[in-house]
């Protein structure tokens, strides 16, 4: 098989009509527009820096996006009126079995979204009716269980295709989960593009999984690692990240949302810049997919990676969206069953993507379950979702920042429903421990983000973080705990 080729690599910017490299480091130093093709290239403002002007962008449009719109949910609303979308929280509660769950005698407070979420009996039920009434290996075997499992699965993919805006089902390549899916990428499609001194673009805010793969295949090809800087507020330094672009640049990834700090990064205008210079974009949306819309054909992103855990849905699965060029070029990561369509012992022919990169039985119940999680989220209301879960986040960073000796870290002004603090004469471990005393579940250390936390001066932080099923009240909880120990 042949080595697989940048489908940029002989991308010339002006036979596009964006600018060239030269014209680029003049927006950064001067005064001149965004790529005229970017969906969000406005009218320069005359003696705005571009860069500014991209940023502010951004901002607007995740302003508008999500949180202006009369507020959905508001938390002032008593409890049994309290709604998201068209069901009442009451109702959504009652669908997660485990929120009945009592600990210590209490009921318990969930507050570890970002590190995985619960799932619905919707999910729940899907799992045990696959078992009991499809369950078969998929693709082979010409008898009726086959057929059925195979139906579910495949439209499982098409679910997923539909609710990120991929163009074709075939885009999309189950994983494990989003650290798979960067191995994968960085392994199949990356790797063999790095030469000695070439480089990728990676952000400070980065969880270990969009660090650890591509740290791998830089140390193995002589490439190195460049890293984006964030602001006081963690968010990304567009002007900083653009300056990184060179002839050099090989592959950029980045997180939508940080797992750290909630933070949501301007994806379009990262990707649109990284464009600008021929290089193709991975976007690392587990945090972002189960809390925001997402539309990848709108991003123009190249890849995006997420986890069904994090998205109301089941372990040990998750996608790959790429575009079907990507996937093309990509050489397969993983030899064996289902990704072949005809083998020798002299050679081997692969079926197209997805089965290229799909070897083997792959976890067919939960990918059915995933599929499963994906209608429960869209019957809800992504929009709803993000809106109310907005409304928690600003209620929680208001009360948590009136208690005595919090620190919040990262108060970026777009952000998806996570806070991480600390609290001065007490150690992160010493809170965990409490809240959990009082039923409440949050993440207390690095949260695999260990450089974003050292950027703040921190080896670790208290993390709650939110899902559209979780209350006002328990925010309260969380708040009468901490205070008892400022
Ligand atoms: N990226 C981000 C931003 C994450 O939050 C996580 C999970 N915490 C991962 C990657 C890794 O996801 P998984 O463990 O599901 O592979």
């Given at each position: 098989m042949n080595p697989p080729s940048s489908?940029?690599?002989?991308?010339?910017?002006?036979?596009?009509?964006?600018?060239?490299?030269?014209?680029?480091?003049?927006?950064?130093?001067?005064?001149?527009?965004?790529?005229?093709?970017?969906?969000?290239?406005?009218?320069?403002?005359?003696g705005v820096h571009p860069v500014i002007v991209a940023e502010q962008n951004a901002r607007d449009s995740h302003t508008r996006a999500y949180f202006s719109d009369e507020k959905i949910g508001r938390i002032d609303t008593p409890l049994a009126l309290r709604r998201v979308g068209s069901r009442s929280l009451k109702n959504i509660r009652e669908d997660f079995p485990i929120l009945a769950e009592r600990i210590e005698n209490k009921p318990v407070i969930w507050l570890d979204n970002a590190a995985t979420t619960q799932r619905p009996k919707q999910v729940i039920e899907r799992l045990v009716q696959y078992y009991e009434h499809e369950n078969s290996n998929v693709h082979r075997g010409?008898?009726?269980?086959?057929?059925?499992?195979?139906?579910?699965?495949?439209?499982?993919?098409?679910?997923?295709?539909?609710?990120?805006?991929?163009?074709?089902?075939?885009?999309?390549?189950?994983?494990?989960?989003t650290t798979e899916g960067v191995n994968l990428v960085a392994q199949s499609y990356v790797k063999p593009?790095?030469?000695?001194?070439?480089?990728?673009?990676?952000?400070?805010?980065?969880?270990?999984?969009?660090?650890?793969?591509?740290?791998?295949?830089?140390?193995?090809?002589?490439?190195?690692?460049?890293?984006?800087?964030?602001?006081?507020?963690?968010?990304?330094?567009?002007?900083?990240?653009?300056?990184?672009?060179?002839k050099k640049t090989r592959f950029a990834a980045f997180t939508h949302v940080s797992n750290a700090l909630g933070v949501i990064t301007p994806a379009e205008e990262m990707i649109a810049i990284a464009h600008c210079f021929g290089v193709a974009a991975l976007v690392?949306?587990?945090?972002?997919?189960?809390?925001?819309?997402?539309?990848?054909?709108?991003?123009?992103?190249?890849?995006?990676?997420?986890?069904?855990?994090?998205?109301?849905?089941?372990?040990?699965?998750?996608?790959?969206?790429?575009?079907?060029?990507?996937?093309?070029?990509?050489?397969?990561?993983?030899?064996?069953?289902?990704?072949?369509?005809?083998?020798?012992?002299?050679?081997?022919?692969?079926r197209a993507a997805p089965a290229k990169f799909e070897a083997g039985t792959g976890n067919i119940a939960d990918a059915i379950g995933l599929g499963a999680a994906l209608d429960y989220v869209s019957a809800i209301g992504l929009a709803h979702i993000s809106r109310y879960e907005h409304d928690l986040l600003e209620y929680a960073t208001k009360t948590l920042s009136e208690i005595k000796g919090v620190r919040l870290i990262g108060r970026a002004a777009q952000k998806t429903g996570v806070l991480s603090f600390v609290l001065?004469?007490?150690?992160?471990?010493?809170?965990?421990?409490?809240?959990?005393?009082?039923?409440?579940?949050?993440?207390?250390?690095?949260?695999?983000?260990?450089?974003?936390?050292?950027?703040?001066?921190?080896?670790?932080?208290?993390?709650?973080?939110?899902?559209?099923?979780?209350?006002?009240?328990?925010?309260?909880?969380?708040?009468?705990?901490?205070?008892?120990?400022?």
């Amino acid at each position: 098989m042949n080595p697989p080729s940048s489908v940029y690599a002989d991308f010339n910017p002006e036979d596009y009509g964006l600018p060239n490299e030269q014209e680029i480091a003049s927006w950064i130093s001067g005064y001149t527009a965004l790529p005229s093709n970017s969906p969000r290239a406005q009218p320069i403002t005359e003696g705005v820096h571009p860069v500014i002007v991209a940023e502010q962008n951004a901002r607007d449009s995740h302003t508008r996006a999500y949180f202006s719109d009369e507020k959905i949910g508001r938390i002032d609303t008593p409890l049994a009126l309290r709604r998201v979308g068209s069901r009442s929280l009451k109702n959504i509660r009652e669908d997660f079995p485990i929120l009945a769950e009592r600990i210590e005698n209490k009921p318990v407070i969930w507050l570890d979204n970002a590190a995985t979420t619960q799932r619905p009996k919707q999910v729940i039920e899907r799992l045990v009716q696959y078992y009991e009434h499809e369950n078969s290996n998929v693709h082979r075997g010409a008898h009726a269980l086959a057929a059925r499992s195979t139906d579910a699965y495949e439209a499982a993919r098409e679910k997923i295709a539909r609710f990120i805006g991929a163009p074709d089902k075939e885009d999309i390549v189950y994983v494990r989960g989003t650290t798979e899916g960067v191995n994968l990428v960085a392994q199949s499609y990356v790797k063999p593009l790095l030469n000695p001194g070439d480089e990728i673009i990676l952000t400070q805010l980065e969880h270990h999984a969009n660090i650890v793969p591509w740290q791998q295949i830089a140390q193995e090809t002589g490439a190195t690692l460049r890293i984006a800087a964030v602001d006081e507020t963690g968010q990304i330094l567009l002007s900083e990240y653009a300056r990184l672009f060179s002839k050099k640049t090989r592959f950029a990834a980045f997180t939508h949302v940080s797992n750290a700090l909630g933070v949501i990064t301007p994806a379009e205008e990262m990707i649109a810049i990284a464009h600008c210079f021929g290089v193709a974009a991975l976007v690392d949306a587990a945090q972002s997919v189960p809390h925001l819309p997402i539309n990848v054909t709108a991003l123009d992103a190249d890849f995006l990676v997420f986890s069904g855990h994090k998205i109301f849905g089941p372990t040990g699965i998750g996608a790959v969206y790429g575009k079907k060029t990507f996937w093309e070029a990509a050489r397969p990561w993983q030899g064996g069953g289902n990704m072949i369509a005809d083998v020798t012992f002299e050679r081997t022919q692969y079926r197209a993507a997805p089965a290229k990169f799909e070897a083997g039985t792959g976890n067919i119940a939960d990918a059915i379950g995933l599929g499963a999680a994906l209608d429960y989220v869209s019957a809800i209301g992504l929009a709803h979702i993000s809106r109310y879960e907005h409304d928690l986040l600003e209620y929680a960073t208001k009360t948590l920042s009136e208690i005595k000796g919090v620190r919040l870290i990262g108060r970026a002004a777009q952000k998806t429903g996570v806070l991480s603090f600390v609290l001065e004469g007490r150690s992160v471990e010493e809170v965990g421990q409490h809240l959990s005393k009082a039923g409440i579940a949050v993440r207390a250390g690095h949260h695999c983000a260990q450089p974003i936390l050292r950027h703040f001066g921190l080896e670790a932080t208290v993390r709650p973080s939110f899902a559209f099923y979780n209350l006002p009240e328990e925010i309260d909880a969380l708040a009468r705990v901490v205070r008892s120990l400022a």
